[in-house]
Each structure stands twice: as C-alpha cells, then as structure tokens.
C-alpha cells in the first residue's frame, strides 16, 4: 500500500537514515508526531517520492504512548527503510495498550514436593456433574455507536460466555483434608485471530502483545491474577472455591465474553492518522480459540490436577455491506461461539503463569 | 450547553428515562470510562434531558485497561446526546476514552 505525498508537503529531500532511530520528548500525540516526522523526512524532491508504512505499532504503559512506525520508501529503485520511535508523557487520547510486565512466559511447572503431587491426591477424589460444554448460537452481537469524537465503529462482543458449568464435588477423609482444596476454572488463549479488512485491503489486526498460546485471565495488575486458575477468588464469581468438608460441591461458571472493536473507516481510527487513504471497513472477523479446563488445587502444596477440559472458539465473521452506516443482521457470514471439545479429560498440559492477553494487547496495520 | 445547563441537568431529580433494553434502531456511545458516578451523572444527564437511553456495563472478561460504558440512544438523539456527554467530559464530569482503549478483551 502507498500513499502519494501530497506536493503541499514538498521540501529540500532529506535522505532518512537506514534504520534509524528517533525519540522524542517532548509532549504532544506520539502517533502524530511519528506522522510529521516521516512527513518532513520522506516529503520529497519534486520528482514525487512514494511511501507507505510496512508496519505500525502503538502501544502504552502508565506513562505514556509509545509508537514505533517503520516505513518504507522508494525512489529511483532504491528501497530505503527509516524507523520512528517516539514517546509522551502526557494523558493519551489515543488507544492505551499496556506494555506487558518483564517475565518469564510461560512459569515452569510448579516444583513437586518432596514426595511428589501424588501424596497430597491421596484418598481425596473429585466428582463432576454438568461439566458437558456446549456452543452459543448467535455468539456475537454487533454494536453499531461512536466513540468520544464522534468517529463511527462497530463493537463485536460475544452474547455471553459458551456454557461451563462445572460442579465439583470432593470426596476425602476429613473435613480437615478437603479444606485443603480448591477447585476452578484453567484457561489458555490457544490462538487467535482478530482482523479488521478495509477496502484498500489493508487490515488492522488485533492480536495479544505475547503470541499465543498462553494463559487467559485476570492481568498482573487486577490484584485476582491467580498462577493457575483464571482468577484468585477475587473477582468473577465461581471461577474458583474452597471446599470446607467431606461432600462439599464447588460450582464453576465461565463468565468468558471476548470482543473488540473495529472503525468504519480507517482514517477514522485514532491509531491510523493519514496518509492512510481513505478506507471503509468491509470485513471484520474474530477466530480466536480457547482451551479451560476444570483444575483442582492442593492450597498447601500448590500441585494442581486438572480433571475436565473443552475446547471452544468463536467463529465470528462480519461482511460489511452498504450503506455501511446502517447495520444489518444480515451481514453476518458466520456468528457462533462453538465448543469443539464437549467433554475433555483434563489432559492436556496448561501454561501456568506468564502473561495474559489483558497484560497487553497490540494492534498492527497491515 | 452552559455551565448552568450542566449543573441543573446534574442536579435532577426525577424519573430516570433508562430503558431494560437498548433502542433498536439505536446508536451507541462507546467513549467514556465506566464508574458509577459516571453511569449515574450520564443517566442524570440525558434524563433530565428527555433522551431515552439504555446503558450498559460490559462484563464477563478480563481486560488490564478501564472498561467503557456503553450508551445506547434513538438515533434521533444521539447528537444532541453526544453533545451532552462532551460538555459534561469538558466539564470534568465524565472521562472521556479514545480509540480501542477499553473495547479489546479476550
């Protein structure tokens, strides 16, 4: 994709560096100023010099925005490549994707204790009632609104989570032994794909900051982050329970309602300033692919066993048609939110610890 | 609308217009930050204002930024409603988000 750089832009050409770097720091939109920046650097001789920028990046943390543009250029046949660096410090207006925490991703394996994970499980067993997953038809609904500045987008959200109900119920010698566990839900982002298609056949894709697969769940900084399950407790309700005696039933319920939004336009898109062309949204499609399982938990020990599982996705694929300010039902090509594994055994291994999707979520055109 | 509009309309007491469901055909405004004292100043605002609106509070996901509410009014009065929304924001009432902030969750 290349945009034409307007001839009002014209100046003495300065021949950008190959790969090099640029920070700011002064305050102001870090997106705009990447965009004034390549304008200065790569508005050219009056021969015209086309551009386009192969990749973009916007991201944030608690102190600001943080864009990374790399464009690319070509005159004469030569292919130069520049990239943009630049930061604020200032209150964004732009999207806010938090930069993941340093980690390790995925944690190891919790270390076995002395004895091994086997000890703890001994003469406790687990029941399950209505673990059976099942699919949600339609599994998404479209919003159609503005944002604050009045720029048209559709928000995609799943109706409500696919059903999981699982009921676990402990099985051990005391009242003492099974308040030692705790049973709940385990869920991994196994892949996803998130796209945004416009008319130029750009995309904008929406995907987490860490690929996955990896665990799915409450952010490091929620304060419900749990290693294993989805949650600690404190959040969400029945996504993890104590038993407290012999014969106790925990209940769990997958709250999981996944979505994103996309811009009617690509110009509108905050993230995307011009020299975008103009572009309509034609498509927008969300396949992402989910694994949860049902997880039991040794509080002392921290040796979890996991004992039921489903796999689901969502299958959502939107075919924009016109006039494209007016939403029709009828535009979905695709809308459901299916499980593909009903009743798994807990088998596989899940990734425990490590980012979560909601740690940071990135967004590039393409 | 003037400062003084903004403080009657915030000051309402009266029936609140929220409605069960979303309008249909309706338009949603998707860009303020969700509290409760913005989901109660923006339901004080449009009903002492006559619009309709629904408001929702999306759960059921984990997200590492602020959730946003959305708002749903007819058509008809949705500028009108954006309008009301922007001053209140500008008023320092409501906070008001950009972009995908808040709309991405997995």
Same mark, same amino acid.
């Given at each position: 994709?290349?945009?034409?750089?307007?001839?009002?832009?014209?100046?003495?050409?300065?021949?950008?560096?190959?790969?090099?770097?640029?920070?700011?720091?002064?305050?102001?939109?870090?997106?705009?100023?990447?965009?004034?920046?390549?304008?200065?650097?790569?508005?050219?001789?009056?021969?015209?010099?086309?551009?386009?920028?192969?990749?973009?990046?916007?991201?944030?943390?608690?102190?600001?925005?943080?864009?990374?543009?790399?464009?690319?250029?070509?005159?004469?046949?030569?292919?130069?490549?520049?990239?943009?660096?630049?930061?604020?410090?200032?209150?964004?207006?732009?999207?806010?994707?938090?930069?993941?925490?340093?980690?390790?991703?995925?944690?190891?394996?919790?270390?076995?204790?002395?004895?091994?994970?086997?000890?703890?499980?001994?003469?406790?067993?687990?029941?399950?009632?209505?673990?059976?997953?099942?699919?949600?038809?339609?599994?998404?609904?479209?919003?159609?609104?503005?944002?604050?500045?009045?720029?048209?987008?559709?928000?995609?959200?799943?109706?409500?989570?696919?059903?999981?109900?699982?009921?676990?119920?402990?099985?051990?010698?005391?009242?003492?032994?099974?308040?030692?566990?705790?049973?709940?839900?385990?869920?991994?982002?196994?892949?996803?794909?998130?796209?945004?298609?416009?008319?130029?056949?750009?995309?904008?894709?929406?995907?987490?900051?860490?690929?996955?697969?990896?665990?799915?769940?409450?952010?490091?900084?929620?304060?419900?982050?749990?290693?294993?399950?989805?949650?600690?407790? *404190? *959040?969400?309700?029945?996504?993890?329970?104590?038993?407290?005696?012999?014969?106790?039933?925990?209940?769990?319920?997958?709250?999981?309602?996944?979505?994103?939004?996309?811009?009617?336009?690509?110009?509108?898109?905050?993230?995307?300033?011009?020299?975008?062309?103009?572009?309509?949204?034609?498509?927008?499609?969300?396949?992402?692919?989910?694994?949860?399982?049902?997880?039991?938990?040794?509080?002392?020990?921290?040796?979890?066993?996991?004992?039921?599982?489903?796999?689901?996705?969502?299958?959502?694929?939107?075919?924009?048609?016109?006039?494209?300010?007016?939403?029709?039902?009828?535009?979905?090509?695709?809308?459901?939110?299916?499980?593909?594994?009903?009743?798994?055994?807990?088998?596989?291994?899940?990734?425990?610890?490590?980012?979560?999707?909601?740690? *940071?979520?990135?967004?590039?055109?393409? | 609308?003037?400062?003084?509009?903004?403080?009657?309309?915030?000051?309402?007491?009266?029936?609140?217009?929220?409605?069960?469901?979303?309008?249909?055909?309706?338009?949603?405004?998707?860009?303020?930050?969700?509290?409760?004292?913005?989901?109660?100043?923006?339901?004080?605002?449009?009903?002492?204002?006559?619009?309709?609106?629904?408001?929702?509070?999306?759960?059921?996901?984990?997200?590492?930024?602020?959730?946003?509410?959305?708002?749903?009014?007819?058509?008809?009065?949705?500028?009108?409603?954006?309008?009301?929304?922007?001053?209140?924001?500008?008023?320092?009432?409501?906070?008001?988000?950009?972009?995908?902030?808040?709309?991405?969750?997995?």
């Amino acid at each position: 994709m290349f945009a034409k750089v307007s001839p009002s832009l014209s100046r003495p050409a300065v021949r950008p560096k190959a790969d090099s770097e640029r920070n700011w720091s002064s305050r102001g939109p870090a997106t705009e100023r990447c965009h004034a920046e390549l304008k200065r650097d790569l508005a050219p001789a009056p021969s015209g010099l086309d551009f386009s920028f192969s990749r973009v990046r916007v991201h944030a943390d608690a102190n600001g925005v943080s864009s990374t543009l790399v464009a690319q250029a070509a005159r004469a046949g030569t292919t130069l490549t520049s990239r943009y660096w630049s930061s604020d410090a200032t209150p964004v207006t732009e999207p806010v994707y938090q930069t993941p925490p340093p980690g390790v991703n995925p944690l190891p394996p919790a270390p076995a204790p002395a004895g091994g994970c086997a000890t703890p499980f001994a003469g406790v067993s687990f029941a399950l009632a209505h673990a059976t997953g099942s699919s949600r038809t339609p599994g998404a609904k479209f919003t159609s609104g503005t944002d604050a500045a009045r720029h048209p987008l559709i928000s995609v959200n799943a109706v409500g989570p696919v059903h999981y109900t699982p009921d676990v119920t402990i099985t051990a010698p005391s009242a003492a032994v099974a308040a030692d566990f705790e049973a709940g839900l385990i869920q991994n982002v196994m892949s996803s794909d998130r796209r945004a298609i416009y008319s130029t056949g750009v995309s904008v894709i929406t995907a987490p900051a860490t690929p996955p697969p990896l665990k799915d769940g409450a952010p490091s900084s929620s304060g419900v982050n749990d290693v294993d399950f989805a949650e600690n407790g *404190g *959040g969400h309700p029945n996504i993890l329970g104590s038993f407290k005696a012999s014969g106790d039933t925990v209940s769990l319920v997958l709250p999981d309602a996944p979505g994103g939004p996309a811009w009617l336009n690509l110009q509108e898109d905050p993230a995307w300033h011009p020299p975008y062309a103009d572009a309509t949204l034609k498509r927008y499609l969300q396949h992402d692919t989910f694994r949860t399982w049902v997880g039991v938990r040794h509080k002392p020990t921290g040796c979890v066993r996991t004992i039921h599982h489903i796999d689901w996705e969502t299958n959502w694929d939107l075919a924009v048609g016109t006039p494209i300010a007016v939403f029709s039902p009828g535009w979905w090509t695709t809308n459901t939110s299916d499980v593909t594994v009903t009743n798994g055994n807990g088998s596989p291994a899940y990734i425990r610890g490590g980012h979560v999707p909601a740690d *940071g979520i990135s967004r590039d055109l393409k | 609308m003037t400062n003084d509009d903004l403080r009657q309309s915030i000051a309402y007491i009266g029936p609140s217009l929220a409605l069960s469901a979303p309008s249909n055909p309706g338009v949603a405004l998707i860009g303020y930050f969700a509290s409760d004292v913005a989901a109660k100043t923006i339901d004080r605002l449009l009903s002492a204002r006559g619009v309709p609106f629904h408001l929702e509070r999306p759960t059921g996901h984990w997200s590492g930024t602020r959730e946003r509410l959305i708002v749903t009014v007819p058509p008809d009065r949705e500028q009108e409603a954006q309008a009301l929304l922007a001053a209140a924001s500008d008023a320092g009432l409501l906070e008001r988000a950009d972009g995908a902030n808040g709309l991405v969750h997995y």
